[in-house]
């Protein structure tokens, strides 16, 4: 029977079942069956909700971008790698995926009207006319890897976060009478009296023996042991030594030149440049900001705490290279008239007011043949040079192997020999100072079979090559060479005991009633008075005043105690202490520290909250 | 059973349908009408939560203008309509239970803190979400600390039962409070606790918990127990 129907109505059911799929495509796009598949792998789970390689691999890059536009190109590769990035950045996302839930979990959403609003006021996405344009916007999007569909979601989330932040964070208050508790534990001084027993003073009395520094010496052999040593030969072959020995003629250099003078013609003035965009109505903000980059604050962490351009806050202000054609006149007027590195005063265009740094100009230059041959000589000098490199390589790789010494195969090539002299598994001067070079030289194949090593990358365009000439076990060093370190050792140990001895033995007599000028005139000190003296009081060393900060407050008779400084050891009379005063501050200052207090106090509260919030969130990792 | 001629084909498709025909029609007006409810139902949410929003945005613009000065007063009868209007509709939303929360903190910085109080009331009234609810309980017992009524500023933070995120919050506004009562040991028990819960990288934080519990040190004179920290140079 059923066979039958089947049979049989085949053109109705077929035609049910279309008409479902339809129903299906229609209401939920066709999208919907196939968006699974082009997602990458997932890296955790929050909630439920993943965070992907991809999200992962965006979020390192603009980790690294952030620390190298403060700190730099000086900061370590190592330090921005993406094996020491990776922790923060999952972390971070994890974070952000618990705060962005939690948000919508309680209702919180932005329109897409309100994105739209921001993408067409946005000056990034500006064209010439300061009005929005859809071609800049796509080009910006694709250049930072957004599709629109990403870039609106991550701003949607930029906002979520920081409506959640400014509830939460920002409503944190300090209130009168914390303040007044604050001023007064803050601004509290004291009275007393001091006087310091240096080492100088008890140096004279320590006397060490040759018996001593032998005793320390039986006694602590290991810390004697010199570390085994090896010393290699080594060729060191290059792109860049290459390029020293190679001549172009001015002939070549005069062409080359024209060349590019005429690949150049049509290019334009570029900078590149980070904003602080304020919305309109925030002139106290722009204020804030003017003065806290004369103070010398960093114009990129300015940015991602005061700007609001979400698109650019993260990168500090960052909008990349701009073009005469691509934002509004004044925008690009403000930008081209400044210096690298300089600051602009405040700039009005249709999105608000901004302050642009600049942070790198080029393509404007008039260049002369005189101003551009070094550059040029270098480009030739450097393509012909690669080529060498490349054959060099291999002969050198083949002559070495097997090879009885560097030397003949360094005179073959026409290149240069040298030695490291002995270093340690630790490395040493020069090239072994490159952990590469070190491993080799200490490997089973240098250094116990004697062979040349293969040849060592240490970059792109650099290779080494080692061969063992010399090599030290691991021994004692004689008494001879290290007794001077070990008396300089034992004596300052000496001092340093002798001098909390005394200390110690001059704070007890204090306490047992005498007074400081008493034990001061007995010992020959010199005994200072201090009144008034805040925390941190200017000439008090800082271990003596955080010290007498922390002492119990007299009551009738002073406070005597000691304590150690730097190179001393100090007693101390504490005779006074008044606590400082909120009304006695000025009007700037009490401003200033009621924002500070209530910021910081809002900021922990909301770093419990989000603690809090993750503790109630099941992550996978 | 391939031999049926056409007619009866179709009458045994007519019986089907007979026979299930209704269950059919059900079940595909049943899951078209659930889908259609389902999206009406997100769809009002979804507007719900952006009204929130650009009530709550506006709230922020109306506040923002105003940083580093005191507010002027149309600026704050704006605040407060905005805040009772976001209270009013969106009570069961964070926006609503933000702007309470902004508010209270806004009437502190105008020394106003009956009505700080009543807001963190009304928020802790919402029963919001536990996070919530213990950061609103901390704020709410240091305004009403900030009245002088230390006993019952006391009573409701010990009502706090914050979790482990929150102790140290708790621990330091519980020190603050037992000090001004006098209660110099609680007050030192109190702000180690706070210490010893406290993240690390607070620093500024931890200076400031080390600088109340300093100054508390028991006064007994000659105390030759006094914390000599040995810093050495070398």
């Known amino acids: ?92 996302l994890v974070q952000r995926q618990i705060l962005i839930q939690h948000a919508r979990d309680r209702g919180m959403a932005v329109s897409e009207q309100t994105l739209d609003q921001m993408i067409l006021t946005n000056p990034q996405f500006a064209g010439e006319d300061g009005k929005f344009d859809s071609n800049r916007y796509q080009q910006v999007l694709r250049s930072s890897g957004f599709t629109p569909a990403q870039y609106k979601q991550v701003l949607r989330q930029e906002l979520l976060l920081n409506q959640m932040a400014m509830g939460v964070g920002n409503s944190g208050f300090v209130t009168a009478d914390e303040l007044e508790r604050f001023a007064a534990l803050n601004y509290q001084t004291r009275d007393f009296s001091y006087m310091t027993l240096t080492q100088a003073q008890v140096a004279d009395e320590v006397e060490i023996t040759d018996a001593d520094i032998q005793a320390y010496y039986n006694e602590n052999q290991q810390q004697f042991r010199q570390p085994e040593q090896v010393a290699v030969d080594y060729i060191d072959l290059s792109v860049e030594a290459l390029m020293d020995r190679i001549e172009i003629d001015e002939a070549t250099l005069r062409d080359q030149f024209e060349e590019n003078q005429a690949a150049q013609q049509s290019r334009q003035v570029e900078v590149r440049v980070a904003h602080i965009l304020f919305e309109k109505g925030s002139e106290e903000r722009v204020n804030e900001v003017q003065e806290a980059l004369a103070s010398g604050e960093d114009f990129a962490e300015l940015a991602s705490e005061y700007s609001d351009d979400l698109g650019s806050k993260g990168q500090g202000g960052e909008l990349g290279f701009i073009t005469a054609d691509g934002f509004p006149e004044p925008f690009v007027a403000a930008a081209e008239s400044l210096e690298e590195g300089e600051v602009s005063q405040p700039v009005t265009t249709d999105a608000g007011t901004h302050l642009i740094k600049v942070l790198e100009k080029r393509g404007n230059e008039e260049v002369t043949f005189e101003d551009a041959r070094d550059q040029i000589a270098r480009q030739l000098k450097r393509v012909q040079a690669e080529n060498e490199f490349v054959t060099l390589m291999e002969r050198l790789s083949e002559l070495s192997y097997n090879a009885e010494s560097l030397a003949p195969v360094a005179e073959e090539l026409g290149l240069d020999v040298e030695n490291t002299g002995l270093f340690g598994r630790s490395g040493g001067p020069g090239i072994a100072s490159q952990p590469a070079v070190t491993e080799a030289a200490f ?104 010290h007498v900060f922390s002492l119990p407050k007299p009551q009738g008779d002073a406070v005597v105690s000691g304590v150690s400084t730097g190179n001393g050891y100090a007693l101390v009379s504490l005779t006074d202490v008044t606590p400082g005063s909120w009304s006695a501050l000025s009007d700037d200052q009490q401003q200033s520290l009621r924002s500070n207090l209530a910021r910081m106090q809002g900021e922990q509260e909301y770093a419990a909250y989000r603690t809090q919030l993750r503790a109630q969130v099941d992550v996978e990792q | 059973m391939s031999d049926l001629t056409e007619e009866e084909q179709l009458e045994a498709l007519k019986r089907w349908w007979k026979e299930n025909g209704k269950w059919v029609v059900t079940a595909v007006v049943v899951a078209v009408g659930g889908y259609f409810g389902w999206t009406t139902y997100q769809d009002q949410q979804l507007a719900k939560a952006t009204s929130g929003s650009a009530l709550y945005s506006e709230l922020l613009d109306t506040l923002r203008v105003q940083s580093g000065e005191a507010i002027s007063d149309e600026a704050r009868a704006e605040v407060a309509e905005l805040v009772s209007q976001l209270k009013e509709n969106h009570a069961d939303s964070a926006y609503g239970i933000n702007a309470a929360l902004i508010h209270a903190g806004q009437a502190v910085k105008d020394g106003d803190l009956e009505t700080a109080e009543s807001e963190l009331r009304w928020v802790l009234d919402q029963q919001p979400s536990e996070e919530t609810r213990q950061l609103a309980q901390v704020r709410l017992a240091r305004v009403i600390a900030a009245q002088g009524e230390l006993d019952d500023a006391l009573a409701a933070l010990e009502a706090g039962n914050p979790s482990k995120a929150m102790q140290a919050e708790y621990a330091e506004v519980r020190g603050d409070i037992l000090s001004q009562q006098g209660n110099t040991d609680g007050a030192i028990e109190a702000y180690q606790s706070a210490l010893e819960s406290l993240d690390m990288q607070q620093q500024n934080r931890q200076r400031l918990l080390q600088m109340k519990l300093d100054n508390l040190q028991p006064a007994t004179a000659n105390d030759s127990e006094a914390p000599g920290p040995e810093e050495n140079a070398s």
Do not use: W
């Open chain 1, 443 to 546: 490997s089973e194949e240098v250094l116990e079979r004697g062979n040349s090593s293969d040849l060592i990358e240490l970059a792109s365009d650099r290779v080494v090559v080692l061969k063992k000439t010399d090599h030290k076990e691991s021994f004692i060093k004689p008494l001879a060479e290290v007794s001077e370190q070990i008396g300089n050792q034992l004596r300052q140990e000496r001092i340093r005991s002798l001098l909390a001895e005394r200390g110690e033995a001059l704070r007890e007599a204090l306490e047992q009633g005498q007074s400081l000028e008493a034990l001061a005139a007995e010992n020959g000190l010199e005994v200072k008075t201090v009144e008034d003296a805040e925390r941190n009081e200017a000439g008090i060393p800082r271990a003596l005043s955080s």
């Open chain 1, 1 to 92: 029977m059923l066979q039958t129907i089947r049979d049989n109505s085949k053109g109705v059911i077929a035609g049910i079942l279309v008409g479902f799929l339809v129903i299906i495509f229609a209401l939920s796009g066709a999208e919907a069956l196939f968006s699974g598949s082009t997602q990458s792998s997932e890296v955790a789970t929050v909630g439920g909700e993943a965070i992907t390689e991809t999200q992962v691999a965006r979020e390192i890059y603009r980790q690294r971008q952030q620390i190298l536009s403060q700190y730099g190109d000086s900061v370590p590769s190592e330090f921005v790698s993406d094996e020491r990035l990776r922790e923060p950045a999952i972390n971070n």
